[in-house]
């Protein structure tokens, strides 16, 4: 019974493993009063290539404004929270595009930042 | 002297290892579901492409370059930029009024522009991005 149950979740986990974004190599910059995020309904990573992702999956800029609006669908506005994780050596080139997409699928925009230490709102 | 021997260590039965590897993802699954994400969440108004339409003359404008911000033309560092951004959006009552337009130059670096873009929240303006559009023209 133990066997199958192990199993079962294996194959749980390589299934959502699919879906995240955690094999993305990127890391956060760091700002001060940043706040706790809420549930997201859609990820965009910009990693350290600058290449950039959609829950997971490379994407190309121009694409992603379309993309997220399908996937965003009829959400109303204030649940509509994409997060947008960007390398911290990113310029504006890479990163501006990707903000202007999101903004134009009508994301709730939330930048994944790290804290500086003792900046963290509850 | 002789010393007392101990007891021996039992082994865990073998079949109870499946069980034991189980609950142990079952408590690391649990562990990294439970860590929370931080972040700075962005209110941006919906990308329009005929912003040449807007009355610009009522907007506050920055520019962004790696070395400087540059608030209506006079370049500051970002201490001196959040007093004089919160100082100068003071003064502006309608929603309208508030808009501030971004515009960076490509190599500006991301923690520098979310700084910009926090203090501009943080003093009372809707941020909104100026991005240059490419236009290839032939030239026979």
């Known amino acids: 019974m133990g066997d199958i149950g192990f199993l079962l979740l294996i194959f749980f986990v390589i299934l959502a493993r699919a879906q995240d974004d955690s094999h993305i190599q990127w890391q956060p910059a760091k700002l001060k009063d940043v706040e706790m995020a809420a549930a997201p309904l859609a990820s965009v990573a910009i990693d350290t290539g600058f290449k950039t992702y959609l829950d997971g999956k490379e994407i190309s800029p121009d694409e992603l404004a379309s993309a997220l609006t399908t996937l965003l669908g009829d959400t109303p506005s204030g649940q509509r929270n994409v997060f947008l994780k960007v390398h911290k050596e990113a310029k504006a080139s890479h990163f501006e595009p990707v903000i202007a997409a999101i903004s134009e699928a009508g994301g709730d925009l939330v930048h994944i930042l790290e804290p500086e230490e003792n900046s963290t709102k509850p | ?112 522009w979310i700084a910009v873009s926090q203090a501009i929240e943080q003093a009372g303006g809707i941020l909104t991005l100026e991005l240059e559009t490419e236009r290839v023209i032939n030239v026979e």
């Open chain 2, 1 to 112: 002297m002789k010393l007392k021997r101990g007891k021996m260590l039992i082994d865990p039965p073998a079949s109870a290892s499946s069980d034991i590897a189980f609950t142990l993802i079952i408590f690391f699954l649990v562990c990294a579901a439970v860590q929370p994400e931080t972040g700075l969440s962005q209110i941006l108004p919906k990308t329009e492409e005929q912003a040449e339409k807007r009355d610009q003359s009522k907007n506050i404008e920055v520019t962004i370059t790696p070395t400087s911000i540059v608030l209506n033309g006079s370049p500051l560092q970002l201490p001196a930029f959040s007093q004089r951004i919160s100082a100068a959006l003071k003064q502006k009552t309608r929603e309208t009024d508030r808009i501030v337009v971004v515009k960076s130059s490509p190599d500006t670096p991301y923690p520098l």
